[in-house]
């Protein structure tokens, strides 16, 4: 694609630049060829704020967005991070009149996804979920393209519980019960690992060392297939997502033995929590949301999270993000959110430094 570059006004009042994407030429005092983006931005002599001088940032702003959002999930179609995504952003694509495709692309514990966003053009147009991997995985991937500075948080919208459950074959009721069980019967039990970096995932990681239990580990890239494999005792425990469980407990196809949170769970009260259960350090609560890649134009980012804001004030919408056992955040400002995100970088580091979790790549 070429850039055409005019010094002639198109309008009374004071000279503007003009671009014309799809010419040949840059039209000036003299004729020059200008095949790319960044030669463009080379010959203003400057970078992102000369390029943004020049394409009228402020109208891309005002005007945004003006065409179809990608939004890539790097979880599983019909896991709970795909299932809240598509709750939020078919409102907000109501909202603003434009698609918003929502892609589930898992693989490599995430990080295809992310991989593929933080190189995308940070023009507000691709989003990717925003999870305890996110924060987590640069932690204990040594050959990671990329991090959690890769993104800027673009919204916040659900606190997402998850719980200890077991098969319904173990003769076991409580935490403790389990915990004995284990010790007593080596070797006999299998563990879903859920998928690398979640909260499920370092929320029994930090359960099996507090309990120092030992139990062998199948790997799974997401929630859905590990769920599929313990109702068919193919392994015999593990922790996910709250509202991907609570179906399958009430029918007994699954036992809860407690929830990660500081509170019982409305959607399972005779369940204990991990700390109730005599595990407090075993804490972690997820939270879903969303980010852009670094280098978003703030106006942009703004308007993103005023929209994803809007959304979370709509009763239907916390109401069905309820029924998925989630609790709907509260509306936060960009800065909020930013600081949020870095807080929780910081828990995830040291759980991560505390268990002791490292992979090689």
């Not at 006999?188 to 030992?214: E, Q, T």
């Not at 409305?266 to 972690?284: C, D, F, K, R």
């Not at 280098?295 to 804001?309: E, K, L, M, Y």
Request: glycine share 8%; net charge positive; aromatic share 8%.
């Amino acid at each position: 694609m070429c850039y055409r570059y005019s010094s002639r006004p198109t309008a009374p009042g004071p000279s503007a630049a003009m671009v014309v994407i799809g010419g040949a030429y840059l039209r000036g005092g003299s004729h020059m060829h200008v095949r790319t983006r960044r030669e463009f931005i080379t010959l203003l002599g400057g970078g992102p704020v000369a390029w943004a001088s020049v394409t009228g940032a402020g109208h891309a702003q005002t005007d945004f967005p003006n065409r179809h959002i990608h939004m890539i999930v790097p979880y599983p179609a019909g896991g709970i991070a795909d299932i809240a995504t598509r709750i939020v952003t078919d409102k907000l694509s109501e909202i603003w009149h434009q698609p918003i495709v929502v892609e589930p692309k898992p693989g490599a514990s995430g990080n295809l996804a992310w991989d593929q966003v933080s190189r995308a053009e940070p023009d507000g147009y691709t989003w990717t979920f925003l999870g305890p991997a996110t924060m987590a995985n640069p932690r204990m991937y040594a050959k990671l393209r990329w991090s959690e500075k890769s993104f800027v948080p673009i919204g916040a919208t659900v606190w997402a519980p998850s719980a200890l459950v077991v098969h319904p074959s173990l003769p076991v009721n409580t935490v403790t019960e389990f915990v004995d069980y284990v010790r007593k019967n080596p070797g006999v039990i299998n563990r879903a690992n859920p998928a690398i970096g979640s909260s499920p995932y370092l929320g029994i990681a930090m359960f099996l060392k507090a309990a120092k239990l030992d139990i062998m580990a199948v790997p799974y890239n997401g929630a859905p297939p590990a769920i599929l494999d313990l109702m068919a005792n193919r392994v015999q425990v593990t922790m996910a997502p709250l509202g991907l469980l609570v179906q399958h407990i009430n029918s007994g196809a699954m036992k809860a033995l407690a929830v990660l949170g500081t509170v019982r769970s409305p959607l399972l009260p005779n369940v204990p929590t991990m700390s109730e259960a005599g595990y407090p350090e075993v804490n972690v609560v997820a939270w879903y949301g969303y980010g852009a890649p670094r280098g978003t134009p703030q106006p942009v980012i703004d308007r993103i999270v005023a929209g994803f804001n809007e959304v979370m004030k709509v009763p239907s919408i916390r109401a069905a993000l309820q029924k998925q056992a989630l609790q709907p955040m509260e509306p936060m400002s960009a800065r909020e959110i930013a600081e949020l995100y870095a807080a929780d970088t910081e828990k995830y580091t040291k759980v991560i430094r505390e268990v002791g979790i490292k992979l090689s790549d």
